[in-house]
């Protein structure tokens, strides 16, 4: 430890968890550590400072911006701080640090100079949303924001479309409707979900429904931070009309359609993964 009672021989990383709604939210230990900390590396400035101002607390080091358009650069000035011993903080704007957030190349770049890295775990909006949808939590897959292009967002989800476990997805809410009609298209009308809405804010709503009636609903406009949580795939649901499918496509080959369109069709009209009617087909 150096003469000033801070710098070690090793530097630290420290990954903290910022509250996605209440100031209140804060640990004993996030509040120790903003006031401690020789370096804070914050995604935006303006709202750290506004999250201390209703803390009451102060910030003993030196704050620097470390956001999406200078993630890069500011990953290796950072990691230049922690080889120089000192400890850097970590926090977004809310929730965990590179949960779509900042923090998962410093972390690497810690990682791999051997740096130790810690954690204040904190608020997550992913685990939160998928506490409240009142969907199966015993497995669960965190899938990010989907692709802004229609295209690439039908690829994405469709490849999700077999997917067993629930689905937990980020959205801006200009997109939402959006997203949740490709999502009904890709994985069933009828697919049970939830828009979680301003999580633990005044005016926090959860929607509960299938994906085509929740596009509907956000068709109307939403506003706020949103968390979308869909169910898995339950292939059991399936074996009582798959018969019926297959029957469906062997009819529209007798009609002139060609068996991989036929099964195309029925199976996007099911709301159905094709590789499961295609698979059925063949046996059949």
């Known amino acids: 430890m150096g003469e000033d009672g801070r710098v070690t021989d090793n530097g630290r990383l420290v990954l903290a968890g910022a509250p996605i709604g209440q100031a209140g939210d804060v640990s004993p230990r996030l509040r120790e550590a903003l006031e401690t900390a ?38 290796a000035e950072l990691l230049e701080v922690l080889q120089a011993g000192y400890t850097v903080l970590v926090v977004t704007d809310a929730g965990m640090p590179g949960v779509s957030d900042p923090g998962y190349r410093l972390t690497r770049l810690a990682v791999d100079a051997g740096i130790m890295v810690t954690s204040l775990p904190g608020p997550s909006a992913v685990t939160t949303a998928l ?36 689905m937990v997805f980020f959205e801006a809410p200009h997109r939402l409707a959006a997203s949740l009609a490709a999502m009904a298209e890709a994985f069933g009308a009828d697919r049970p979900a939830a828009v979680c809405r301003e999580l633990t804010k005044t005016y926090e709503e959860v929607r509960r429904g299938g994906l085509g009636e929740l596009a509907e609903w956000a068709a109307q406009g939403v506003k706020g931070e949103i968390t979308v949580v869909v169910a898995g795939y339950v292939q059991e649901a399936l074996e009582p009309v798959i018969e019926d499918l297959v029957a469906e496509v062997a009819r529209r080959e007798e009609a002139g359609v060609q068996r991989k369109h036929a099964i195309v069709d029925v199976a996007k009209a099911a709301g159905i993964p094709k590789r499961d009617l295609y698979d059925a087909v063949h046996r059949a």
Do not use: H, M, W
């Not at 201390?52 to 080091?61: F, K, N, P, Q, V």
């Open 38 to 75: 020789d370096v804070v590396a914050a995604e935006d400035t303006r709202r750290l400072r506004r999250l201390t101002s209703d803390l009451g607390a102060e910030i003993g080091g030196r704050i620097v911006s470390y956001y999406d358009a200078n993630e890069v650069a500011r990953a």
């Open 131 to 166: 506490a409240v949808s009142g969907l199966p939590s015993d497995r669960f897959c965190f899938e990010g924001f989907p692709p802004r292009k229609q295209g690439e967002r039908t690829r994405r989800l469709a490849a999700l479309a077999a997917e067993e476990r629930t």
